[in-house]
């Protein structure tokens, strides 16, 4: 089962357009990772936070996190064509275990 | 210094046949976890390995199964294949536990 829920499912933008895209989660985390993937590639790795942390920043993306409400969100500012990809977000739950465990993603669509 | 490596890219199987696809982790990586993502949906986990042992096993039948040589690449094998085993098949390594995975391009699988 998917431990994480991303919404929304598609988001369609125009370029220079904030991109927010949300994660929700069930159990208890070690840290959230999101990912984005090209159509028919590998997953590339983006940010990853940790479970006492509360927010990110690496370049243009903003990550935050709420363990109160088992939820994370990642905002992508001025997109560009070249974001047009799918996202994910991922868990590692606090087991020990380095498994991921992946939410469905969100399609984004930057325009040009 | 190389990404993960997978091979083949793609591959065309029947019904009933098996299947082995392989894995090789970036230089240092003694952890590899295999993911299956089907068209649409995130990636669900496999197995994961470390040090040659299994790690951990995601909810998939015996029809599938793994293994870690002792250069740390690892072999995927799926027997007696479904029309459902239709798939991206990633695999992905890592340092440490709480480290971002680092993924291959995958290898796409189709049963006709």
């Known amino acids: 089962s998917q431990q994480g829920e991303e919404d929304p499912q598609a988001l369609s933008i125009q370029e220079g357009e904030n991109a927010t895209m949300n994660c929700s989660y069930k159990t208890s985390i070690n840290n959230l990772q999101w990912y984005r993937q090209n159509s028919g590639r590998g997953l590339v790795h983006l940010i990853l936070?940790?479970?006492?942390?509360r927010e990110k920043h690496s370049g243009r993306l903003r990550v935050t996190l709420d363990t109160s409400k088992k939820s994370s969100s990642l905002l992508i500012t001025a997109s560009r064509a070249a974001d047009t990809a799918s996202y994910f977000c991922a868990t590692e739950l606090d087991t020990g275990r380095r498994a991921l465990t992946f939410g469905s993603g969100t399609r984004l669509q930057v325009q040009p | 210094d190389a990404g993960v490596t997978q091979s083949p890219t793609h591959l065309i199987k029947t019904r009933g046949q098996h299947v082995t696809l392989r894995c090789s982790p970036i230089s240092g990586h003694k952890s590899v976890s295999w993911y299956q993502q089907v068209l649409g949906q995130g990636p669900q986990f496999i197995f994961q390995?470390?040090?040659?042992?299994?790690?951990g096993r995601g909810n998939f039948p015996d029809r599938f199964s793994a293994r870690q040589f002792p250069n740390y690449s690892s072999e995927l094998n799926v027997n007696a294949l479904l029309l459902g085993d239709s798939a991206l098949y990633l695999c992905?390594?890592?340092?440490?536990?709480?480290?971002?995975?680092?993924f291959g391009d995958g290898t796409r699988l189709s049963i006709l």
């Open positions: 390995y470390y040090e040659k042992e299994e790690r």
């Open positions: 936070i940790r479970s006492n942390e």
């Open positions: 992905a390594s890592s340092l440490l536990s709480g480290q971002p995975q680092h």
